[in-house]
């Protein structure tokens, strides 16, 4: 888990505002993904991508976008249409020829 | 959709008591998937299990999947506090992408 970072490990925005989280990986993944936790949940699929400049949605996409420029970028804009933004958001990252996901440590937004 | 069923939601036990997770999909599975995610942390991949009825030992957890490749259970053996935690089950799709379908988590606490 050591190879992927996200960014900031803490995150406030005034309601209304977009905000993007980062997320780098080193591993040469090609797959990444987005998900979102809420507490006492699993966690759920924002977005996620299998190759440079390709990425599809996941089960919970509305209020989200994503771009996959670089390969090992891989970053979440929460927009301001998304009702309920404040959770704990985790970005993974998968080598083709493996099923593991390994996760990165993860970014805490709260919207005020 | 798919969904995955994991029960319970939490369990408390005393330190050296078993505890035992359970994992139900609505379709069969390509493979699942067992993460733990500890206290304020990201999730770690602990196994994969892919053929049907497979077992599988890592010292005091012995992880199983069942015939029909539709459910599965972690089981610890006498508890230790560093398993406090919430473990999770994640499915693969046999058909459509490569995404993980994630349950709910069970939560163990230990009472030391």
């Known amino acids: 888990d050591g190879g992927i970072t996200q960014s900031p490990k803490y995150l406030f925005r005034k309601e209304g505002q977009n905000v993007t989280l980062s997320c780098e990986q080193n591993l040469n993944h090609d797959a990444m993904y987005w998900y979102r936790q809420d507490p006492g949940q699993g966690l759920r699929l924002i977005y996620y991508?299998?190759?440079?400049?390709?990425?599809q949605k996941g089960d919970i996409a509305e209020g989200y976008s994503v771009s996959r420029e670089k390969k090992e970028s891989f970053p979440l804009t929460v927009t301001s249409a998304q009702k309920n933004p404040t959770a704990f958001y985790l970005c993974?990252?998968?080598?083709?020829?493996?099923?593991?996901?390994?996760f990165g440590p993860g970014t805490r937004l709260t919207v005020l | 959709g798919q969904q995955v069923m994991q029960i319970p939601q939490y369990q408390h036990v005393q330190e050296g008591e078993d505890f035992t997770t359970y994992c139900n999909s609505s379709?069969?599975?390509?493979?699942i998937q067992w993460y733990k995610q500890r206290p304020g942390g990201h999730p770690v991949f602990l196994i994969q299990l892919v053929k049907s009825g497979e077992v599988k030992k890592q010292k005091r957890l012995t992880f199983q999947f069942g015939e029909a490749k539709k459910n599965s259970s972690l089981h610890i053996t006498a508890t230790q506090t560093t398993d406090v935690g919430t473990y999770f089950c994640a499915g693969l799709r046999i058909q459509g992408a490569q995404k993980l379908v994630f349950g709910q988590g069970t939560r163990l606490t230990i009472n030391p």
């Open positions: 991508s299998q190759i440079v400049n390709d990425f």
């Open positions: 993974a990252s998968r080598g083709l020829a493996m099923n593991e996901q390994f």
């Open positions: 379709t069969t599975l390509s493979n």
